[in-house]
């Protein structure tokens, strides 16, 4: 039987070095978007799709994350005095049931498989999301929301992808497909991050997962593969086969906010999608135009 999604692992204990010195003394996931930072937007994401139960995977210096979720009560006070109620919802939207969330300590920075293999216990024998807060997603359905509809329908495991340039694989964990039917593609193999030469398709894991449990055992064997990291795309490609395991080509725009250009585009993009600011946005960017 397909059980309910109900639980998401965000991985945030990366120290967000690409983004130094602004990430010197926060987390990487607290950069906002606009005015919200990108933990809220993953969570959110999460919630669209019907998940009620979080698990970030911290660090040290990652306590603003837990803060962002919790209730604010001396602020909430204050603007109450003051009559903000407009931000006060905005305060309430970023908080999370009590008992709705939890954290964990990676403690020792082993790779993305080991960072979700220290949410075992959250997990338990339930499928589960993951969402890298570093892939931004801008879409009409949430790419979460996509994805459990895919592994609704084929009750197995499912990734995001996407086209990447040829030259591009070494950044991410590519597939090897069977068949596809446009939308969904059956994978046989993943390789992370090959060599454009090496690489089975240009096809590419973008940071959206719904997994079976049965990753955890894989994963629990710790085995090293690309960057001397425990990967999280090795321990899903020994899945392959026991178990149905699509790629989902989700319909929507990724930015990249790990990397300086792709954060400053979402920035863009995201205000261009707010009634209120979008006709100024658009009137300054007019200025910054190369003349023709
Ligand atoms: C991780 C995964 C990779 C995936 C990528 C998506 O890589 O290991 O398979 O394609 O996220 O963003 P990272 O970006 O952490 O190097």
Known sequence: MTKKLTKAVLPVAGLGTRFLPATKAMAKEMLPVVDKPLI???????????????????????????????VAYELESTLRQRGKEAEIAALREAQLAPGDI??????????LGHAIWCARAFIGDDPFAILLPDDLILSDTPCTQQLAEAYYETGGSVVAICEVPPDQTNK???????????????????????????????????????????????????????????QLTDSMARMIGNTPFHGLRYKGQRFDC???????????????????????VRNFLRKYQEPA
Do not use: W
């Not at 994401?45 to 962002?68: P, S």
């Not at 939890?102 to 790779?111: A, I, K, S």
């Not at 055992?217 to 085995?223: A, I, V, W």
């Not at 250009?261 to 707010?274: D, K, P, S, T, W």
């Open 40 to 70: 809220q937007y993953a969570v959110d994401e999460a919630r669209a799709a019907g998940i009620t139960q979080f698990c970030m995977i911290t660090g040290r210096g990652k306590i603003a994350l837990v803060e962002h979720f919790d």
């Open 102 to 111: 939890v954290t964990v300590r990676q403690q020792v920075p082993l790779g």
């Open 172 to 230: 991410y964990g590519i597939l090897k497909i069977g068949a596809d039917d446009g939308r969904l593609v059956e994978v046989t193999g993943l390789v992370e991050k090959p060599k454009p030469e090496d690489a089975p398709s240009n096809l590419s894991i973008i940071g959206r997962y719904v997994l079976l449990p049965d990753v955890i055992e894989h994963l629990s064997r710790m085995e090293r593969g690309a960057g001397n990291e425990v």
């Open 258 to 280: 790990g990397d300086k250009v792709g954060f400053l585009e979402a920035q863009i993009a995201f205000a261009l999608r707010r009634p209120e600011m979008a006709a100024q």
